[in-house]
């Protein structure tokens, strides 16, 4: 448990930070004819993932700062002084738009895990090889689990009534006629009929 700690600690802290201690130490030895900005790209990423929104706006911040820091440290002269202003704040948003991606993809990530968990309450799935356990006690690989042509549609009571043109399980289609059970009435061909 505590290797796993101290391996996360690593990935989501010290690689990144060793990332932008050696993009910036390559940008100041390589000088200004080479551009290394896209790898301060995978801290911000890195930050971003695990971190959030803090993670995000700090790693931004300094990804930017760096940038300019060793571009001023080589001592390139632009014909124009806001030239490097310019430049910078166009590095900043390129930073600004990974995070974001990064953020809006963690969270789509995260969503299909809780709907995943939220799947695995309502079956017996094993945690092992991922097998669900049938209705009949019989336990299938998730390989085998196909839906059947001849299954049969399952809808609720509200989707069923609301769908009007529903397919029967024949492969015909009915204008509502769909057999259902509904407080003691019967639906029949689209017409009704009270069971007493």
Known sequence: MRLLTLSRVFMSLVLPMAIFVGTFCAQIHLGYEVSLFPLYMLPVAAFSWTKGVPGAVFSVLLATGLWYAGNVYTGYTYSQAWVIYYNTAARGVVFVMVAVFIILFNR?????????????????????????????????????????????????????????????????????????????????????????
Do not use: Y
């Open 108 to 196: 789509v990530v995260e969503q299909h895990r809780q709907r995943m968990e939220a799947m695995r309450a309502l079956l017996n799935v094993c945690h092992g090889c991922g097998s669900m356990q049938g209705s009949d006690g019989k336990w299938i690989s998730f390989d085998q689990l196909t839906v059947p042509k001849s299954r049969p549609i399952c809808e609720c009571p509200r989707c069923a009534a609301s769908a009007g043109d529903v397919k029967t399980d024949d492969g015909g289609r009915t204008d509502g006629g769909r057999k259902t059970e509904d407080g003691g009435r019967k639906t029949e061909d689209g017409g009704r009929k009270t069971e007493d």
